[in-house]
């Protein structure tokens, strides 16, 4: 079977935090006495104590700087109040860095956990070795070996020398979550203080001696070429065609970001200026009614259809997003004597490396890559092509240089989200259940840059499986199930965007599923869970879905919402839930106030089972900035005429202010598993469906199209 995307994801999460055990007996006898002690890639201890946690992952305000800190020095038995924390960046040692796919948590759980627990191992052994009494006889605690018979104390820095001339155990065991002192604990990012004194370091902050800057004209169709350009007009600023368009170089970015419309540019704007987004919706909605190709197929959907008491049919249109991150996008290359420097907000800094090193024909060893602080990832840093740029560029003009994107290239040059449409049939038996369902999705779905493989294509169902989230892994307990795609291409730059393909399809099922319940004249909640019957464990395409857990969290938030308990006239209640590539478990219950001219979120109930917590704090922040997120594709959406991006700022694509921020309530349960999921993407996609299904339940009005403002 071909590894699908979000295998590849995920194993380079795991890989990413892999156990790097590079210490030798050998080697450890050339070190000289006071070298710091290196047990693996992530761990660093001095001879004076201090110990340093190398985090793998990049900081775009998900609390990996913390949370994955948190995991070492928790198998480390570390004081937690003193370790240091320092960023990886591509290297020998360090092949995965990319950020993404809500892999963090769930690679550095079973890859950081075994690598700080063997180095501790080896400092207790050296412990042993030193006073002639057995390793069992010996405790850990806030980086220090202790003997309680004899009182006998040693700090991890006074036993490093000693740990270093030893054999790297294998399979040490790890803590039961019963000891942990740090794991399950709340606790504050540590990125917290410097971010609110304004002193942490942002792509935008970073400066090197002797710097320029530099803004680029793109051409406004995706694909297009530059024909020609006269920049006489523009004064202090230097011309230099680059394969993406005309950088603009002045000595500072707003000198450069002025002189745009001084420059006379003639694009070729090549096949693409003809498209137009409503049209491809008009489209899509008619392709979305052919067969396509099935990507799920149990029972006998057609005849369930044909001897039903009811049947019902419903098509639901999600439009183009953009991802908008605060921080717009911007790089600083320094290209010279066959060497590259880069400062960058990347959430992929080994592609950005080896991007880098083919466009300039240098090896990718001679690219050091420098990750800052991201003021908005969502995605939208996973590619490299504005650190490629301004690699190209500075080679171009001899000098370092920072490339800074407007606000409207940030919309106008964006990888979007893209646009679907997704046709629902369902059809009841007497007695009000769910006998047949039907889910077709007609969707673009190939991202820009993602060549399928020829082993992808032979298996099309199964590519096309991995590009429809939330479709084909229906977890509810229905004898028959029909879930197709079909392909409807479009010339739109096409990126990962928060939760990638499950928003839109997730949308569909659970308001369909709402729109079923009244059709039977049943509670929408209950409903659910009496779908959620059957066999605990269900295969979806390479997925297990456990419904148990799914029952729980939506039991939970059926509880901490008071579910049932009437509400005053023009407020209303919906539930939604999801379960996110088969590892994350979301319920959500919103109350809304509606009416038919103006709708406000008051409050979101979210009940979550992502296996064993590190940090709670962290999975509540994730909650509550993925419920804003997701009321962000209620408000405003992309639009394409002409082949040209119609919205240009944030006045044209509005986002949830403090005034639409509702009351978040988060509940954790399943915390007692052996294994952790993510949580960066799974808040997403059943928040939208949630408020439709409220506004429903207020006004007696079925949305079926986004956005509503």
């Known amino acids: 079977m071909p590894t699908t995307r979000r295998d590849f994801l995920r194993i380079s999460a795991v890989s990413g935090t892999a156990l790097l055990l590079g210490v030798g007996r050998a080697a450890a006898e050339e070190a000289e006495p006071k070298v710091p002690w290196k047990p693996n890639a992530w761990l660093r201890i001095d001879p004076d104590g201090a110990i340093t946690i190398v985090v793998g992952k990049q900081e775009m305000g998900q609390g990996v700087r913390t949370s994955l800190p948190m995991l070492v020095a928790e198998e480390l038995d570390a004081d937690w109040g003193s370790i240091r924390i320092e960023q990886a960046q591509p290297g020998p040692e360090y092949r995965r860095l990319g950020t993404g796919g809500s892999g963090s948590i769930y690679g550095a759980w079973r890859g950081l956990r075994p690598a700080a627990a063997t180095a501790r191992a080896m400092l207790v052994t050296a412990a042993a070795a030193t006073w002639s009494v057995e390793a069992a006889t010996l405790r850990t605690e806030k980086a220090c070996v202790i003997h309680d018979a004899s009182g006998r104390r040693a700090s991890y820095g006074e036993l490093a020398a000693a740990a270093s001339k030893l054999a790297v155990p294998k399979d040490v065991p790890l803590k039961n979550a019963k000891d942990y002192r740090i794991v399950g604990k709340r606790t504050a990012r540590v990125d917290d203080p410097a971010i609110v004194r304004g002193s942490a370091k942002y ?213 979007l989200q893209h646009a679907s449409v997704e046709a629902m049939r369902g059809a009841l038996d007497a007695d009000g259940r769910i006998v047949a369902w039907q889910h077709t999705k007609a969707c673009n779905p190939f991202m820009t840059g993602n060549v399928p493989t020829a082993e992808e294509l032979a298996d099309r169902a199964a590519m096309l499986r991995d590009s429809s989230w939330g479709a084909y892994d229906v977890p509810y307990d229905i004898a028959n199930i029909d879930t197709r795609y079909v392909e409807q291409p ?27 319940a009244h059709a039977a004249g049943k509670d929408p909640l209950q409903f659910r869970l009496d779908h959620l019957g059957g066999e605990k464990t269900v295969k979806a395409g390479g997925l297990t879905l456990d419904r148990s857990r799914l029952r729980r969290v939506l039991e939970i938030a059926r509880d901490r919402s008071g579910w049932g308990k009437a509400l005053p006239a023009g407020r209303g209640r919906g539930v939604a839930c999801n379960i996110y590539d088969g590892d994350t478990y979301i319920a959500y219950v919103v109350e809304v106030t509606a009416s038919a001219k103006a709708w406000h979120v008051d409050r979101v109930v979210s009940a979550v089972d992502c296996g064993a917590v590190v940090n709670p704090v962290g999975v509540e922040q994730q909650v509550e900035g993925g419920v804003i997120w997701a009321l962000s594709q209620l408000l405003g959406e992309i639009t394409i005429h002409d082949g040209r991006i119609e919205q240009a700022n944030y006045r044209d694509y509005p986002i949830p202010t403090m005034a639409d921020a509702p009351k978040v309530e988060v509940y954790l349960t399943g915390t007692d598993s052996p294994d952790a999921a993510g949580m960066g993407e799974p808040p997403v996609p059943p928040l939208a469906p949630a408020v439709l299904n409220a506004i429903f339940n207020a006004t007696g009005t079925r949305i079926r199209r986004l956005p509503l403002a």
């Not at 090193?357 to 890559?369: D, S, W």
């Not at 990962?496 to 569909?508: F, I, K, N, Q």
């Open 490 to 516: 479009s010339p739109v730059p096409y990126g990962p965007w928060r939760a990638v393909y499950s928003p839109s399809s997730t949308l569909a099922r659970e308001s369909f599923f709402d729109e079923l």
């Open 203 to 415: 792509g935008l902050d970073a400066r090197v001696p002797g710097m320029q800057f530099a803004n680029v004209l793109r051409s406004p169709v995706p694909g297009g070429t530059l024909k020609r350009f006269d920049a006489g007009k523009a004064k202090g600023i230097r011309a230099v065609k680059i394969s993406t368009g005309l950088a603009l170089v002045a000595a500072n970015t707003w000198t450069a970001m002025k002189a745009r419309p001084l420059v006379d540019v003639e694009w070729d704007l090549g096949p693409a200026q003809t498209f137009d987004s409503r049209k491809w919706i008009d489209e899509a909605i008619a392709a979305a009614a052919t067969p396509g190709i099935r990507t799920r197929g149990e029972g006998d959907a057609a005849a369930a259809f044909r001897s039903a008491a009811r049947t019902l049919d419903a098509t639901y249109v999600y439009p183009f997003y953009a991802h908008a991150p605060l921080e717009p996008m911007n790089c600083i290359a320094d290209v010279r004597d066959g060497t590259c420097t880069i400062w960058a907000s990347t959430q992929a800094p080994n592609s950005v490396q080896e991007d880098v090193a083919e466009v300039l024909g240098i090896e990718a060893a001679k690219v050091t890559v420098h990750p800052m602080l991201i003021g908005g990832g969502f995605g939208r840093r996973l590619r490299t092509y504005d650190t490629v740029e301004a690699a190209e560029l500075s080679k171009a003009i001899g000098a370092p240089v920072q490339v800074v994107w407007t606000r409207g290239e940030d919309f106008t040059d964006a990888r």
